[in-house]
């Protein structure tokens, strides 16, 4: 399958991520634009990508300063980055984070067909309406690290009656993060 998906100029380059996936950026010879060439993979159910992942299920987000959050993210919840794609104007067109087999994408808060529909929590009044719950071995690590990072914490580290230990916190820009030991999966 070939997808073609067109963002703002930034440069032209080709890559190929780990899982074999294909993306070639170029500028477009009709005005301003940079189109990524992605060779998909399809994923049904029973694939062994979905098998090996746990879900497919990967959580969106919007940032008013995405660039910040993306280094943000990295720095104090240990995400790495898998892709990024700049955008115009300092901001990113569409960015995807790992943490282990896990991923969320994320991009700069516009005003396109889609970004009418979703806002970050600073549009409105710091309430977020999904939270994603990130699974760590080491919580107690992390939970240092996001403190000495920055994060605010809102519900302190502690053990779950359902089993685990968690806690919550938010970045710099409001979004709130569930992070704890416990495993639904097991």
Not at 10 to 31: H, I, Q, R
Not at 51 to 56: A, I, L, R, W, Y
Not at 109 to 132: A, R, S, W
């Amino acid at each position: 399958m070939l997808l073609i998906l067109v963002f703002p100029p930034t440069y032209f380059s080709k890559s190929t991520l780990a899982d074999g996936v294909e993306f070639v950026f170029w500028n477009l010879p009709l005005g301003r634009a940079t189109a990524v060439v992605c060779k998909l993979k399809t994923i049904t159910k029973n694939s062994n990508q979905m098998k090996q992942n746990g879900s497919v299920i990967i959580p969106t987000m919007r940032y008013k300063d995405a660039p910040a959050a993306i280094e943000w993210l990295c720095n104090a919840f240990g995400f790495e980055k898998h892709l990024v794609v700049p955008g115009e104007n300092e901001t990113i067109a569409h960015a995807q984070l790992n943490f282990g087999s896990a991923m969320i994408m994320l991009g700069s808060e516009n005003d396109d067909e889609y970004g009418k529909f979703v806002k970050t929590p600073k549009d409105l009044n710091g309430i977020n309406t999904q939270t994603p719950y990130i699974l760590v071995e080491e919580i107690d690590d992390h939970y240092s690290r996001a403190i000495a990072a920055g994060a605010r914490i809102v519900l302190d580290i502690k053990d779950e009656d359902y089993g685990g230990r968690g806690y919550s916190c938010q970045d710099p820009e409001g979004h709130i993060w569930n992070f704890g030991s416990y495993n639904p999966w097991t």
